[in-house]
């Protein structure tokens, strides 16, 4: 089991950058897949990035391709995601997920999930 935090998240302007990170307990950090999704009032939980088990591997979604990029620390149990250029849009809850068994861009697939963290960006 995998208890996850997230952090960094705030209120910016439109065209600033932020980097979310989110802080893994418990061992094995590095068996697990790491996602990071979010999600805006009245809105589903939408897929962001997936980052496989050693880092090697990675798949954004296409709203936030060029602009994001995540990336982990195994011997920090954390996963990050920068977040340039930032747009009104991305104003949502942000949430990192965890799974041992899939390479998944589905929130369904994910067993383990923070709280979250609130992004808001200003116009």
């Known amino acids: 089991q995998v208890q996850l935090v997230e952090s960094g998240g705030g209120l910016v302007q439109a065209g600033d950058s932020l980097r979310l990170s989110c802080a893994a307990s418990?061992?094995?950090?590095?068996?697990?897949?790491m996602g990071w999704f979010r999600q805006a009032p009245g809105k589903e939980r939408q897929f962001l990035a997936v980052?496989?088990?050693?880092?090697?591997?990675?798949i954004y979604a296409d709203s936030v391709k060029g602009r994001f990029t995540i990336s982990r620390d195994n011997a920090k149990n954390t996963v990050f995601l920068q977040m340039n250029s930032l747009k009104p849009e991305d104003t949502a809850v942000y949430y990192c997920?965890?799974?041992?068994?899939?390479?998944?861009?589905?929130?369904?697939?994910?067993?383990?999930w923070g709280r979250g963290t609130q992004v808001t960006v200003s116009s």
């Open positions: 980052i496989s088990k050693s880092g090697a591997s990675t």
């Open positions: 418990g061992r094995a950090f590095s068996s697990y897949t």
């Open positions: 997920a965890a799974n041992k068994v899939t390479f998944s861009i589905l929130a369904l697939e994910y067993d383990y």
